[in-house]
């Protein structure tokens, strides 16, 4: 069965409403906190709100605006391409290799690698040897199928996940409290520089998958209703499979694991607007950005000065409303 689409005009409104949301959060979320921040005196350069609000709000919730909006997308991909409505970013195994090179990064003692964390560094080593590694065992004589793509994933998952179980048994009481807080994802202040070349990760690569909506729409039906219209399944397989992954493994080595972002609004979206690709790509990075810039602001306000961390928030947050989806979903 072909997947229903959508008008221009209907495309065009759900996107712009999406994006206002994600503004407004964008605008609203800085404002938050335990400390009254004047953007008036932030803007005049007066002190301390220009340090509050320049150094610490903002930095923070433009990294959970493109981190939420990158895995939601990922999310998305991930579905289109496994066929699989609850395949996640963290499915094919490149979230925990990332988690692994971190993990291993602590355990060894590695402080800063020049300007750029040395966690971050080995977290996206991690991923890149994972995704490497998944594309050598699902590729069969140049082609790759959802199947092969799933049980390499999987399988690389797993073994990821005794490296850092592994790890983790050998490290010190010090150590293994930053593990566990680095599995459990947060957001922190980062430099501009750092989210500027984030921004020039997630901004393009979305921008890309847009652009080949047609291509997912047609992958999300079956390979051979793609082929049958022209669609080279092994070409469009591999390019989501690179950019989905390139998107997790970036997003991941700066903020940890984050789940539920990249299952929970794709899904949704997914039950209220269609299985168009036109529409679920840009209105899960816009609405995935503003759903983690509120978890986010959620964490770090609701037991001032004590943060939750995000990814327990946006569990806590978002699986109930993931189970009222599927109860209103399975009603007459």
């Not at 609203?28 to 350069?45: H, S, T």
């Amino acid at each position: 069965m072909a997947v229903k689409t959508v008008t221009f005009r209907r495309m065009w409104l759900i996107a712009s409403v999406s994006a206002a949301a994600m503004a407004a959060v964008a605008l609203l979320m800085p404002l938050a906190g335990p400390a009254k921040v004047d953007y008036g005196r932030a803007f005049a350069g007066l002190s301390p709100d220009r340090e509050i609000l320049f150094l610490a709000r903002i930095p923070r919730v433009l990294l959970s605006l493109l981190a939420g909006g990158g895995l939601a997308v990922a999310g998305v991909l991930f579905q289109a391409l496994l066929r699989d409505a609850l395949a996640t970013p963290f499915t094919l195994g490149i979230s925990t290799g990332a988690s692994l090179g971190a993990v291993l990064a602590i355990c060894l003692g590695l402080g800063a690698l020049g300007p750029f964390p040395a966690t971050w560094a080995l977290a996206f080593a991690g991923s890149g040897i994972v995704l490497v590694a998944v594309l050598a065992i699902a590729a069969e004589k140049r082609r790759m199928s959802p199947f092969t793509l799933l049980l390499a994933g999987t399988t690389i998952n797993s073994i990821s996940m005794a490296g850092i179980m592994f790890l983790q048994y050998l490290s010190t009481f010090g150590q293994s409290f930053a593990i566990v807080r680095w599995l459990m994802g947060g957001i922190e202040a980062v430099d501009y520089a750092t989210l500027a070349w984030l921004a020039c990760i997630v901004v393009p690569v979305t921008l890309l998958l847009f652009w080949r909506s047609r291509e997912w729409n047609l992958l999300a039906v079956g390979e051979d209703w793609a082929a049958a219209r022209g669609v080279s399944t092994s070409r469009i397989m591999l390019t989501g499979y690179l950019a989905g992954s390139f998107l997790t493994g970036s997003i991941t080595a700066l903020t940890g694991p984050i789940g539920f972002v990249g299952l929970i609004v794709p899904h949704a979206l997914r039950i209220r607007l269609g299985a168009d690709h036109r529409v679920l790509i840009p209105a899960s990075f816009f609405l995935g950005a503003a759903f983690l810039a509120i978890c986010d602001t959620l964490s770090r306000t609701l037991l001032s000065p004590i943060e939750i961390p995000v990814g327990v928030t946006t569990a806590l947050l978002g699986g109930p409303f993931f189970i009222y989806l599927l109860r209103r979903r399975g009603r007459p």
